[in-house]
């Protein structure tokens, strides 16, 4: 018998509220099953579990708060049997559910903005019900999955008031950002940052995309972020002191290079989930996956482990971003590449002043971890691989 | 596909990749990219969006004529 416990799904993350379970006792589980949706502050996440067995018994109920590590469920292992009577219930951590008052539909708009869970905001607009307009029996009276399904259905006046103004999915602007205060907070404070920039003539890299692209339609193209991407993957294969983690005062080097990619989101906000084993896949493929990633970040329906898993992470400011950007590193991670807007400015070749593309790339990497002569290398690497898009 | 239908394409297109805005709102001749905060990737799924619902290739040398709303209306009316 083990415990499925809440995971940690970043450095910013404290609890989770359990808004579905898509297992039930008896289901068979093995690794990567989705087997929950989490609300956390960085929107709805589907939980998998890294285990294989049965479930014997859900311990959290849907719509209950649970702190990182509380129990979540119990799962007999294969070759197990399941106790006669269940194991004695672990005592709860977390908040008790509370009960549910009938929900009144206020007559006019609130005052101030209602808080609605992820999985509430999508139920209702099934349901044609505007949730700021319900009266939330969650935690600081949010309103939960519970209150949207317990509200009447709307009648046809309700249906035609306009709604309140709000993001179509997902988080709590207000709550996405204490989470990323947590996390470059505590970045800052643990992470002593070294920082190294570079300028990238990045024709040869645009040169072959354009002659790529135009052989090809709008939805098999590339974008420039794929060939930087693959060549930081490359690049992090020849200085692997900055993929991985710093955990309990050491570095640990990880094997997969998992790259977070950074995605603002409409309405305020930033997540980094992974594109995973970029070093492995082809341009093509990285296009398809980070397209998939950046519609699942802003659209829902990230996994848990798209944001445990980078090793390393990648800002790029896209094409009409600032000039260079530095980050700050997302711990236990140890490095982040920061990349500028690419622009026409003048370069030198051969002697003479020429107006090339060109990107600005920054690393910030922990100084614990490595030093700054491994991150000239890896900048470098990354220039180098870029002149050769041939090869990516 | 008249004018108006191609205009209602395009509003329909940019709710889909900026649902928080209103395109109605816009004037001809602004950016999109800036006034509805696209970046590159928003802006490549509008032109796969764009070029499947009406089924014509748009090459990426064309992309600028898009950058804005009368300019895109003229350009998918061609």
Redesign the interface.
Known sequence: MSDFVMPSLGADMEKGTVVEWRIKPGSAVKRGDVVAVVETLKGAIEVEIFEEGTVAELIAKEGQEVPVGGVLARITRPGETAPAQPAPQPPLPATPQPKIPPPIISVTAPSARVKVSPAARRRAAERGIDPDRLTGTGIDGSVTLADVEAAPAPTPAEAALPKA?K???GFEPSEMRQAIAAAVSRSKREIPHYYLTTTIDMSAALHWL?AY??ER???K?L???VLALKATAKALRETPQLNGYWESGAFRAMERINIGWAV?L??GGLIAPALRDVDRMTLPEVMAA??DL?ARARGGGLRSSELTDPTFTVTSL???GAESVIGVIYPPQVAILGLGRISKRPWVVDNQVAARPLMAASLSADHRASDGHTGGLFLDALDRLLQEPDAL | MNESDIRNLIFDVLSGI???ADPTKLAGTVDL??AL?L???DF??F??AL??RISV?????DYPKLFTLNGAIAYLAK
């Open positions: 103004a993001p179509r999915w354009q692209n135009k339609l709008p939805d193209r974008l420039p972020a603002s409409r309405g980070l397209r950046v896209g094409d009409r | 900026a649902p928080e990219r800036a905060d970046d590159s990737m490549l799924n032109v796969i070029s499947k290739n748009i090459p990426e040398a």
